[in-house]
């Protein structure tokens, strides 16, 4: 079952401009990753941010994490191409031993 | 490269075959998790195990088992393959739980 649902499921957007995808999930978590894949390819660990941050950034990338409302956001500033890519959300729940729960993704096509 | 090797990259066979996939985590994480991603369900977690001993279970069906060995390698089993195995399987790994997962390439298994 999916905790992470992410918002848009797909966006496309021209060079330059910035992309911002949302997600949304259910239970207490312990911390909210985001990851890229590229067609086919494995997924790419993007940035962590813990339930009690609120706000994280690493290069062009910027996550913000609202957990009175169980949401998160991703920002990618000054798209590229390169960027193109499907975004994922995953989650870790507050309790015991416990793994990644992945949204179903944001696909994103940036145009030259 | 990530660090996570998976063996074979593709894999075509036959209903009611068995398939073994391979997974080499990256050095020095103890953590191995195995992923099932398909076009339905999304990325759907399978197991994990952490230094040898398996610590989690998800959507893992009976047909399905994997074990992770003493040099941390491990293998999933699949038998009984039904058309709807068909998907792209992912093992990842990681330092400690919660961290973030770097994953493989994957294993796309095509059953017919």
């Known amino acids: 079952s999916q905790q992470g649902e992410e918002d848009p499921q797909a966006l496309s957007i021209q060079e330059g401009e910035n992309a911002t995808m949302n997600c949304s999930y259910k239970?207490?978590?312990?911390?909210l990753q985001w990851y890229r894949q590229n067609s086919g390819r494995g997924l790419v660990h993007l940035i962590l941010i813990r339930s009690n941050e609120r706000e994280k950034h690493s290069g062009r990338l910027r996550v913000t994490l609202d957990t009175s409302k169980k949401s998160s956001s991703l920002l990618i500033t000054a798209s590229r191409a390169a960027d193109t890519a499907s975004y994922f959300c995953?989650?870790?729940?507050?309790?015991?031993?416990?793994?990644?729960?992945f949204g179903k993704g944001t696909m994103l096509l940036v145009s030259p | 490269d990530s660090g996570v090797t998976q063996t074979p990259k593709h894999l075509i066979t036959a209903t009611g075959q068995r398939v073994t996939l391979r997974c080499s985590p990256r050095?020095?994480?103890?953590?191995v998790y195995w992923y099932q991603q398909s076009l339905d369900q999304g990325l759907q977690f399978l197991i994990q195990y952490y230094n040898g001993e398996e610590r989690a279970k998800g959507n893992i069906l009976e047909r399905f088992s994997a074990q992770q060995f003493p040099d941390l390698h491990s293998e999933l089993n699949l038998s009984s393959l039904e058309l709807g195995d068909s998907a792209l399987y992912f093992c990842?790994?990681?330092?400690?739980?919660?961290?973030?997962?770097?994953f493989g390439s994957g294993t796309r298994l095509t059953v017919v």
């Open positions: 239970t207490s978590i312990n911390n």
């Open positions: 050095s020095g994480d103890l953590s």
């Open positions: 990842a790994s990681s330092v400690l739980e919660g961290h973030g997962y770097t």
């Open positions: 995953a989650t870790l729940p507050n309790s015991g031993y416990s793994t990644l729960t």
